[in-house]
């Protein structure tokens, strides 16, 4: 199978880069801090707004001429001067909250601490733009203007990441991306810190399991799901996103099981004081009340991921609209052609393993799933897939509408509640997944989508072995530029009626 023209150039430097060390990424999204750059830019905003209000405020309108003015505010001061004054104080909050860690993940934060440090970030820089304007002599601009603008930046910054925080947390509490976790040694503190972890369900951690060091080793063994030697295998088998040492090991075994981690791109922490020597000099980060110490941590473009559920939203919503008449009438066709419901809800396996209802409209008859095991005989596809052509399940209007991917529109529901995205590997079944080797679990490291690098490449391939290498391409090459492409591509495929 040929790789596709637009990830042959990615594919190539990834192959270089493992073979060479660690080169710099070739896809030019990804290696930038998306997330980074999306709260820098809000909260630069968040300072010219808190300064147009501070002048609204201490300078309304002299005249009712004023009102045509535009930023009428500002005329009794220097315009110039004014806005010289909110661009250098919005430059200082940025480096006070880049050096307060504002701009790196809260997960481990608790909100308390986050808002202490966001206001402390935002009087530093008040301070700082008053000694400015002190050396500068720069009149123009009272200094009551600069504590309204210090005061209601500070209020903005905290109430918009008080609000995200809580947007993020009742998703936790959901059950959607949490972060699964596993620790290594069943003893007194390996029990402490998932007693920990399970008390604060907002945080988004989820136990699976402990690994024991040896046979030997104290404590309970109803949870303990295996030895350290298997320890990255049974990770990546179920879905997990951090590695935890809670008591001490051989060093070369914790080495070891941090270089496996690395390559499946799972993160591992230690307890401090158990490993002297092996993290110096490493941050201590707290998890809750429980301190930790990274040892690796993967290199997540979480501000890309946001940019990409951002696009989700907008593009599924203006294609609901848009469809909604073409909709409506498949659903009177599909009632009069077949007895049965219109849509067909059926249950799938979506990122890290989450169960979900993937919606369909209706293309086979009321038994399709029953009839399906007498059929298997004939199917055409290899290993764990199934097709068969002149399938007699298909209605006849079912078949019009697999040919143009008609039938999937009712999964742009599936994307605005979050189950979906637009452009993702295949949304398994649970009875494809069982049979899925390790290897296979890479594909739902990210959300299914309703097209996807496979279904433009090689929809018609019946080797199972091509739709899991598309899968896992897409996957390990991800960026924004990708998805569009898979978009542009998948307009054609459609539009050519290459569906079955």
Same mark, same amino acid.
């Given at each position: 199978?040929t ?14 880069? #493992?073979? @060479?060390? +660690?080169?710099? $990424? ?5 290696? /930038?801090p998306? %997330?980074? *750059? !999306?709260?820098? =830019? ?5 300072v010219i707004i ?5 002048f609204?405020?201490?300078?309304p ?35 006070f ?8 993940a809260?997960e481990? #934060?608790? @909100?308390? +601490?986050?808002? $202490?440090?966001t206001?402390?970030?935002? /009087?530093?820089? %008040?301070? *700082? !733009?008053?000694? =400015? ?8 601009v ?20 008080a ?23 069943n ?11 399970e008390s ?10 402990f ?13 303990v ?6 320890c ?13 040492f ?8 914790v ?13 591992v922490r230690?307890?401090?004081?158990l ?14 009340q429980f ?9 997540f ?17 203006a ?8 909709m ?12 049965g ?8 396996i979506?990122?890290?393993?989450r ?16 009839l399906?095991?007498d059929?298997?005989?004939?199917n ?8 068969m052509?002149?399938d ?12 143009y ?17 637009l452009?993702?590997?295949?949304p398994?079944?649970?009875s494809?997944v069982e049979?899925?080797?390790v ?19 090689a929809?018609?391939?019946p ?8 899968d ?29």
């Open positions: 199978m790789t596709p023209d637009y990830l042959e150039q990615v594919v190539v430097s990834n192959v270089r880069r #493992r073979a @060479g060390g +660690s080169a710099r $990424r070739s896809s030019t999204l990804d290696s /930038l998306v %997330g980074n *750059l !999306i709260w820098a =830019t809000l909260d630069f905003l968040s808190a300064g147009l209000i501070a609204r405020v201490y300078l309108p002299t005249t009712p001429d004023s009102n045509r003015v535009i930023l009428r505010h500002l005329e009794r001061a220097a315009p110039l001067g004014s806005l010289v004054f909110l661009f250098i104080f919005g430059v200082y909050l940025l480096i909250a880049r050096v307060y860690g504002l701009y790196r809260t481990t #934060r608790s @909100g308390l +601490s986050e808002a $202490r440090l206001l402390q970030a935002t /009087l530093t820089a %008040g301070l *700082l !733009i008053c000694g =400015t304007l002190y050396l500068t002599k720069m009149s123009a009272s200094r009551v203007v600069v504590v309204i603008t210090v005061f209601l930046t500070g209020i903005m910054l905290v109430g918009r990441r609000v995200w925080r809580r947007v993020r947390e009742r998703r936790y509490l959901q059950g959607k991306e949490v972060r699964n976790v596993l620790i290594v040694g003893g007194r503190v390996g029990h402490a810190l998932r007693n920990h972890l604060l369900p907002h945080m988004g951690f989820r136990f699976k399991g690994i024991s060091l040896d046979k030997s080793e104290d404590g309970p063994q109803q949870q799901l295996g030895d350290v030697e298997h990255v295998a049974l990770a990546r088998s179920l879905f997990v996103d951090e590695i935890y809670s008591t001490p090991a051989d060093k070369q075994t080495l070891t099981v941090v270089e496996d981690a690395r390559a499946t791109g799972i993160d230690v307890v401090p004081d490993y002297d020597g092996l993290a110096w000099n490493a941050p201590i980060e707290y998890v809750g301190p930790t110490i990274p040892l690796h941590r993967r290199d473009p979480r501000g890309a991921f946001i940019l990409k559920r951002i696009m989700d939203v907008i593009l599924s919503g294609a609901l609209t848009a469809v909604a008449p073409v409506l009438a498949i659903a009177v066709i599909i009632k009069r052609d077949s007895k419901p219109v849509f067909y809800k059926a249950a799938r979506g990122r890290k393993g169960h979900f209802s993937c919606y369909k409209f209706r293309t086979m008859v009321m038994n399709a799933d029953k399906k095991a059929l298997m005989k004939q055409e596809r290899d290993g764990i897939l199934f097709k052509s002149n007699p399940r298909i209605t006849k209007i079912g078949a019009k509408l697999r040919k991917s008609l039938d999937e529109l009712p999964q742009f529901f599936n994307v605005l509640l979050g189950d979906m995205s452009v993702g590997p295949r398994p079944l649970a494809e049979q899925y080797d290897e296979h679990l890479r594909r739902l490291d990210v959300l299914p989508g309703i097209t996807g690098l496979w279904q433009v490449e929809r018609q391939d080797s199972f072995d091509s739709y899991i290498s598309l896992t391409a897409y996957v390990e090459n991800w960026n924004l530029w990708l998805d569009l492409r898979i978009l542009a591509r998948t307009v054609t495929v459609v539009l050519g009626g290459t569906g079955s």
